[in-house]
């Protein structure tokens, strides 16, 4: 680009990783019976599909979500860290946060089908203000989430990129590959969704949604 040529990035979407691998074992451990539950409670929709479609196909295509996390004790520390980071997140942007406080909207453990087909559409989140994944099991031979531009007008004058596989300024979506431990916020208006997964290994993953309100609210 031309030296003499000034560049500066307009409205500009931010997304937060750390790794924190830490957490993972006792976080897995405890998300089991949330899992087992969850899997539980979808036994009699499997069972109406296998009716349905007049053959076995076990949980394909599910995913197993768990009831609400907000309240749950073992999950005490990764909430108190996402919420410090979440509060340092929205002063980074640049928001006034002097009469706002974080409130937890949204928490649950999920874990994709065992039998394959586990996936999520693209999707924002409404009336909150963050959110983000905790990964718990996943490899490079499962699902992973997939981020869409935001900018709807963009789509009016795409052009071929360069290279599909680099995140650019031109990019339509982008690919996260995590690990175990891997954290990512985001804010909760950016579209996002997770790949289709194979079944091959277990995915399962914390996700969460935290709401800005006045603190007298």
């Known amino acids: 680009m031309n030296e003499n ?3 500066e990035s307009y409205f500009g979407t931010p997304v937060y990783a750390v790794e924190l691998p830490e957490l993972v074992k006792n976080l897995n451990k405890i998300s089991n019976k949330f899992i087992l539950e969850a899997k539980k409670n979808n036994e009699e929709l499997i069972k109406n599909r296998q009716k349905n479609f007049k053959k076995k196909i076990g949980d394909f295509g599910l995913s197993h979500h768990s009831k609400s996390l907000i309240n749950e004790s ?3 520390d ?3 860290y996402v919420e410090e980071r979440s509060f340092e997140i929205l002063d ?3 928001y006034d946060l002097t009469d ?4 937890w909207s949204e928490m649950w453990v999920q874990e994709f089908a065992k039998n394959g087909g586990g996936h999520h559409e693209g999707h924002i989140h409404y009336n909150t203000h963050i959110s983000g994944f905790y990964f718990l099991k996943c490899s490079n031979k499962t699902s992973y989430p997939i981020f869409h531009d935001p900018r ?3 789509t009016m004058s795409d052009l071929p990129l360069k290279n599909e596989d680099e995140i650019s ?3 339509s979506k982008i ?3 995590p690990k175990p431990g891997t954290l990512i916020l985001f804010p909760s208006y950016l579209r996002h969704g997770f790949s289709l997964d194979l079944g091959l290994e277990p995915y399962r993953f914390i996700h969460f949604n935290l709401q800005v309100v006045k603190k007298d609210a």
Do not use: C, D, P, T
Request: hydrophobic residues 35%.
């Open 74 to 76: 073992g999950f005490k």
């Open 5 to 7: 040529l000034n560049f």
């Open 100 to 103: 706002y406080k974080l409130k």
């Open 175 to 177: 690919n996260v590959k």
């Open 169 to 171: 300024l031109g990019s």
């Open 152 to 154: 709807s007008a963009k």
């Open 78 to 80: 990764i909430r108190s």
């Open 92 to 94: 980074h942007i640049g």
